[in-house]
């Protein structure tokens, strides 16, 4: 059976009060293609759907559309929760998404509640299981093992034996003549992070070792990660990662879909296929005179600029005049002055306030002589005989 593995879509996500909305529609779109023209027996969506635990109404119908074309593509649709998303949301419409075909899974179920899902691939008429488990945080983790497991489990126990318990519950199913497939959202020790992660739910006690999934398992379909990656383990582990850039920091990502073949009896074949809707995120650094000379070269890029040149009033406002796809403006860490130590030198006391502004402006690289003129027009006020506390 063939089938795509995909993740981390952030559908509604504004990047630095950018509206993003029609760039994630066209990415969308062309994972829906990639869908149909592959003739896949199933799409998995690994979480983070949305961005937010409240999307907007806009972000909620970009996401339903997707889904019911890729249904009416003919392949089966499973969708769970990752941390951005709102699992409890989820679930309150697993009933109505169930009808069109969708299976939405918000929260941890035990394995005949909704745990594993079973399908025939309508291929190759293999029988598939999909063990689902979406996004677990720290607070449910014991209340989620008692579920599933169906034994009480002692609070002090760390997280990865709960998600242990879990995946063990979830996979004691699995046999050698069906397809048997994992799907979750979270963290594997060793994972490289993309660059636009959450770090709250990302850290080391939200971690689990690679080594807790089966070797039964013919490939498990992580989310979480923004970045494409497998890693070692008992059977196939891969993240699809993001297919956009969510921030700057997964500029240098590669955005991708993962389809995969497998069969109960021989090892599962995956295929990575670059999305390239989407604006490429890019860090540029120079003067902005020397930036404007390559403004035509940046495309519809957005940007992120580090100015190398000495920060003065209203040097934000000319970038972004120059290059309207600057997102952020910095000066280059590179350039600027290394950080003083904060205790004063003693000679400076015998220098007048003006004079001190001035080293402190040269120290932080401002150059501009009405900064220093407005200074000595605030200090005037505030020192003239007679004015107010």
Not at 80 to 91: K, L, R, S, Y
Request: hydrophobic share 40%; glycine share 8%.
């Amino acid at each position: 059976m063939k089938f795509m593995h995909t993740s981390d879509w952030h559908v509604g996500k504004i990047l630095k009060g950018r509206d993003r909305l029609d760039e994630q529609r066209a990415v969308l779109a062309e994972i829906t293609r990639i869908a149909d023209q592959h003739q896949v027996d199933a799409v998995l969506v690994a979480g983070d759907v949305y961005e937010t635990a409240a999307p907007s109404a806009q972000a909620q119908q970009l996401v339903v559309q997707t889904l019911l074309e890729l249904r009416r593509a003919g392949a089966e649709v499973i969708v769970i929760a990752g941390n951005h998303d709102h699992g409890p949301t989820f679930d309150a419409y697993r009933p109505l998404m169930a009808i069109a075909g969708i299976t939405v899974i918000g929260t941890v179920r035990p394995p005949d509640q909704g745990g594993v899902v079973r399908f025939r691939a309508r291929s190759g008429g293999e029988d598939v299981q999909v063990a689902v488990l979406p996004f677990l945080t720290q607070r449910y983790a014991v209340r989620a093992a008692e579920i599933v497991t169906q034994s009480p489990s002692e609070s002090v126990r760390a997280y990865d034996e709960m998600v242990r318990q879990i995946v063990t519950a979830l996979t004691g199913g699995f046999s050698d003549g069906t397809v048997n497939l994992l799907m979750a959202h979270l963290t594997c020790i060793g994972g490289a992070f993309g660059g636009g992660e959450r770090s709250a739910q990302s850290i080391f006690e939200y971690s689990v070792p690679a080594s807790i999934f089966p070797v039964s398992t013919h490939y498990v379909a992580l989310g979480h990660l923004h970045r494409r990656q497998s890693l070692p383990a008992h059977c196939p582990v891969h993240y699809s990662g993001s297919p956009i850039a969510v921030d700057f920091g997964e500029q240098d990502n590669t955005s991708v879909v993962c389809i995969v073949e497998a069969s109960p009896s021989v090892p599962a074949r995956i295929t990575d296929i670059p999305i390239s809707a989407g604006r490429r995120l890019r860090t540029v650094r120079g003067t902005l005179p020397e930036l404007e000379a390559r403004a035509a070269s940046f495309g519809t890029d957005y940007l992120r600029v580090w100015l190398r040149e000495p920060t003065r009033a209203g040097l934000r406002d000319d970038t972004v005049a120059a290059l309207p796809n600057a997102l952020e403006v910095r000066i280059d860490p590179d350039f600027a002055a290394p950080s003083r130590q904060d205790r004063p030198d003693l000679a400076s006391a015998a220098r007048t306030p003006g004079q001190l502004f001035a080293d402190y402006c040269a120290a932080e690289q401002v150059a501009d002589a009405r900064v220093a003129a407005l200074f000595g027009r605030l200090h005037d006020e505030v020192t003239a005989v007679g004015s107010a506390d």
